[in-house]
């Protein structure tokens, strides 16, 4: 517990050393302070974006009128990322950046703090999320649960800050974009209530998520699911032996039958789960790869947020049915 306790001060120790070794590199890159948008126009909007569920959201909202960059790609741990020169210089040609916020980008929470003071437009889309609905652990210092796209009502309401923000830089195509954000907020709609009713195919006392880190807490409380993390809200916090032992003993007594491992977080902590639940004579299997910090592929579906939602959903159900 005390580990996890120290996670947010490592986080915020850990972007400070990084804000302060990059502010230097933003300098050098020219990204200036006068704030100028750097595309042309008739060109698109120029967006870079920190993890793929943001750079999602943009692209269904702009559409043809934007072309967006995503700094962390498949398997990438937001958490720890550490961004290079050349992020920063993306960062710095962008029009508008978009990134989740609450924490989640860790090591580049004040790199991104310190282009806005530059002048340039950046959006936190999950701190426009309505701050009643947040979870709160005691374990991350006060500070919300950023993983917030996992309840997809909640993740809707960051696609109302994108048209915004897009409509600033070009407010002849506000209704194109209230247009885009209309058919993406239906399909979310769409997919909110599908969650539920796949979720609802699995027994309730049959409804428990093992994964590697504490990750999927609004899924949880969305869908109705009894989730447990090996870790805590950060991949950045460690775990030990204790943990490993409350896991193991959880699954065994509830007699859980699947635990699953995350893209972008090493398979070797729920590995160890299973170990120890077959020496305790359960034995537990891994029931797939679940997407958590960064999405699949670009060109499959798990490459979009629509569709990195419905393969996860998918394999909990027919691994715990």
């Not at 009643?132 to 210092?141: A, S, Y």
């Not at 880190?213 to 030990?240: N, P």
């Not at 729920?270 to 910090?293: T, W």
């Not at 990195?308 to 691994?319: G, L, S």
Request: net charge negative; with cysteine.
């Amino acid at each position: 517990m005390l580990k996890r306790q120290a996670c947010a001060r490592s986080v915020r120790r850990l972007a400070t050393v990084q804000g302060l070794v990059l502010a230097f590199a933003l300098a050098a890159v020219g990204c200036g302070s006068d704030g100028e948008k750097g595309s042309t126009e008739g060109q698109p909007i120029r967006v870079t974006a920190t993890v793929g569920m943001v750079a999602d959201v943009v692209r269904n909202v702009g559409g043809d009128r934007v072309t967006v960059t995503a700094l962390m790609g498949p398997g990438v741990d937001p958490h720890l990322y550490k961004a290079s020169e050349g992020d920063i210089a993306r960062l710095a040609d962008a029009d508008i950046v978009f990134y989740n916020g609450l924490l989640l980008e860790g090591k580049m929470t004040e790199v991104l703090e310190k282009i806005a003071q530059r002048g340039r437009t950046t959006v936190a889309v999950a701190e426009r999320i309505d701050a009643t609905k947040l979870l709160h652990p005691k374990e991350f210092e006060g500070h919300p649960d950023p993983h917030v796209w996992f309840d997809v009502s909640m993740w809707k309401q960051t696609i109302a800050p994108v048209v915004e923000a897009l409509a600033a830089v070009e407010p002849e195509s506000r209704e194109q974009f209230q247009a885009n954000a209309a058919r993406f907020g239906a399909e979310l709609d769409a997919l909110h209530a599908w969650c539920g009713e796949q979720l609802a195919l699995v027994p309730e006392e049959g409804r428990v998520l093992v994964t590697a880190h504490d990750a999927f807490g609004y899924f949880g409380r969305a869908y109705g699911v009894e989730v447990v993390g090996l870790q805590g809200l950060s991949t950045a916090s460690e775990y030990g032996l204790k943990d490993v032992r409350r896991i193991v003993d959880l699954v065994s007594e509830r007699r859980v039958k699947a635990v699953f491992v995350e893209s972008s977080v090493p398979k070797r902590s729920i590995e160890a789960v299973v170990e120890g639940c077959r020496a305790n004579g359960h034995d537990v299997r891994i029931g797939g790869e679940l997407f958590s910090d960064a999405m699949g592929e670009a060109g499959t579906p798990e490459g979009t947020y629509v569709g990195m939602v419905r393969a996860n959903v998918t394999k909990i159900v027919e691994a715990l049915r």
